[in-house]
Nanobody, 124 residues
């Protein structure tokens, strides 16, 4: 089992940047594929980015491709999401998640563990 704690959210102006972090407990972090999702008020949780166990392969939603970068540091048990050129429509709670499955996935049901989320608010 792994516990996930996100940080780095906050208020940013449109066009600005934020870097989210997700710290994982336990010794098995490197065995999990990691993902970032977001959920705006009244909307379903949606996929943003994923990274494989070793960090060499990444996968993005079309809506964030070219602006967001997911990375991980297995020595620090941490996964990151660098977000650039943010828009007000991207105001949401951002969650990191861990999956025991192999292969990239954008599906919520493929992820086994979730953090509590961190709020990102983008002002216009």
């Amino acid at each position: 089992q792994v516990q996930l704690v996100e940080s780095g959210g906050g208020l940013v102006q449109a066009g600005g940047s934020l870097r989210l972090s997700c710290a994982a407990s336990g010794r098995t972090f490197s065995t999990y594929r990691m993902g970032w999702f977001r959920q705006a008020p009244g909307k379903e949780r949606e996929f943003a980015a994923a990274i494989n166990r070793g960090g060499g392969s990444t996968y993005y939603a079309d809506s964030v491709k070219g602006r967001f970068t997911i990375s991980r540091d297995n020595a620090k048990n941490t996964v990151y999401l660098q977000m650039n050129s943010l828009t007000p429509e991207e105001t949401a709670v951002y969650y990191c998640a861990a999956s025991r499955k192999t292969g990239p996935s954008s599906q919520v049901y493929d992820y086994d563990y979730w953090g509590q989320g961190t709020q990102v608010t983008v002002s216009s």
